[in-house]
């Protein structure tokens, strides 16, 4: 029977399944642990479950000694140095897979959303200003029939582009290494579904945003940092935008007074991308079958690299 931590309790029964094989401490707040309550739950852990809001560092393994399994309850795993791991030859899994139709679904909410102006509109009717159905009020952007370029051509980017089918959108599939900017400077709408590396850092970034048409509208639900929030603010601010959706941001939460936040034509969800019951309790599963096979000495089923 192994030690395992788990940073945060989580949906389903998944938990119950883990605990039925292995000491299971489960980090009681809501909020993240903090480095040092991290460091000290890990420290004679064999199994570290962890979620995308904790860092997994190099120098929180080597604080580890014990720790031969990390299961990272999410499809990214930017947050765990995956080198530093491997050099211990202690395996990571992720979260793959289930969470793809989900995050797909909200995707396509935000470009709806953004587009006919729905946060705007409600907000009026809430303030008492609707006054009688107006020719010019809330007028929005045409979905059907525009053009979409999704950025990022893994699950995701894949199952949004099945979903703009239904609108007779014009699809433009765009994966690392195309041309970016010639997809930019055609789409009505631009959606990201690429993973955080390096090379994507500010993938959108000035001379990005200045390549979009003005009535353009940005959604990213893969990582904040993909996206240049000063340069995205200055070009909503400026109107040289037409809108933004965002499920992620960086960092996570922005704070209320953000720069950001102050822009027209933005609408942020506080990442909550795969925030179904059926999603994250299958996310759950797979991160506790990736601890059982590791700390029984087997492959994970869903290793970060296969």
Same mark, same amino acid.
């Not at 707040?29 to 000290?40: K, Q, S, V, Y």
């Not at 009688?132 to 979905?143: A, H, K, S």
């Given at each position: 029977? /192994?030690?395992?931590?788990?940073?945060?309790?989580?949906?389903?029964?998944?938990?119950?399944?883990?605990? #039925?094989?292995?000491?299971?401490?489960?980090?009681?707040? +809501?909020?993240?642990?903090?480095?040092?309550?991290?460091?000290?739950?890990?420290?004679? /852990?064999?199994?570290?479950?962890?979620?995308?809001?904790?860092?997994?560092?190099?120098?929180?393994? /080597?604080?580890?000694? $014990?720790?031969?399994?990390?299961?990272?309850?999410?499809?990214?795993?930017?947050?765990?140095?995956?080198?530093? /791991?491997?050099?211990?030859?202690?395996?990571?899994?992720?979260?793959?897979?289930?969470?793809?139709?989900?995050?797909?679904?909200?995707?396509?909410?935000?470009?709806?959303?953004?587009?006919?102006?729905?946060?705007?509109?409600?907000?009026?009717?809430?303030?008492? $200003?609707?006054?009688?159905?107006?020719?010019?009020?809330?007028?929005?952007?045409?979905?059907?029939?525009?053009?979409?370029?999704?950025?990022?051509?893994?699950?995701?980017?894949?199952?949004?582009?099945?979903?703009?089918?239904?609108?007779?959108?014009?699809?433009?599939?765009?994966?690392?290494?195309?041309?970016?900017?010639?997809?930019?400077?055609?789409?009505?709408?631009?959606?990201?579904?690429?993973?955080?590396?390096?090379?994507?850092?500010?993938?959108?970034?000035?001379?990005?945003?200045?390549?979009? $048409?003005?009535?353009?509208?940005?959604?990213?639900?893969?990582?904040?940092?993909?996206?240049?929030?000063?340069?995205?603010?200055?070009?909503?601010?400026?109107?040289?935008?037409?809108?933004?959706?965002?499920?992620?941001?960086?960092?996570?939460?922005?704070?209320?007074?953000?720069?950001?936040?102050?822009?027209?034509?933005?609408?942020?969800?506080?990442?909550?991308?795969? #925030?179904?019951?059926? #999603?994250?309790?299958?996310?759950? +599963?797979?991160?506790?079958?990736?601890?059982?096979? #590791?700390?029984?000495? $087997?492959?994970?089923?869903?290793?970060?690299?296969?």
């Amino acid at each position: 029977m /192994a030690h395992v931590f788990v940073t945060r309790q989580l949906p389903g029964n998944a938990l119950e399944r883990l605990a #039925a094989e292995h000491d299971v401490e489960v980090w009681p707040g +809501d909020m993240p642990p903090p480095a040092d309550e991290l460091r000290a739950g890990v420290a004679d /852990a064999e199994g570290l479950l962890s979620l995308l809001s904790d860092r997994v560092d190099a120098d929180l393994i /080597a604080s580890a000694p $014990k720790l031969r399994a990390i299961a990272n309850y999410a499809i990214g795993f930017d947050n765990v140095d995956v080198d530093a /791991a491997t050099a211990r030859s202690i395996q990571v899994g992720n979260t793959p897979d289930v969470l793809t139709d989900a995050t797909a679904d909200l995707a396509w909410a935000l470009m709806l959303a953004v587009a006919r102006r729905l946060v705007e509109a409600n907000r009026d009717v809430l303030d008492g $200003k609707w006054r009688t159905w107006e020719p010019r009020g809330w007028i929005g952007v045409d979905v059907h029939g525009a053009t979409l370029a999704v950025i990022g051509a893994g699950r995701i980017g894949r199952a949004v582009a099945q979903r703009a089918v239904g609108f007779e959108m014009e699809v433009l599939m765009v994966d690392l290494g195309d041309d970016l900017h010639a997809a930019l400077e055609r789409a009505d709408f631009v959606s990201l579904h690429t993973p955080l590396t390096p090379e994507t850092r500010h993938l959108i970034d000035a001379d990005a945003l200045a390549r979009m $048409k003005p009535t353009a509208i940005l959604v990213n639900t893969a990582r904040g940092p993909i996206v240049d929030q000063d340069a995205l603010a200055a070009a909503l601010r400026e109107g040289r935008l037409g809108g933004a959706g965002l499920d992620v941001t960086d960092p996570e939460p922005l704070p209320p007074d953000h720069p950001l936040l102050q822009t027209p034509n933005l609408l942020v969800v506080p990442h909550i991308g795969s #925030a179904t019951t059926t #999603a994250r309790a299958a996310m759950a +599963d797979r991160a506790v079958d990736n601890l059982l096979a #590791a700390l029984d000495g $087997k492959p994970m089923p869903y290793p970060v690299h296969p």
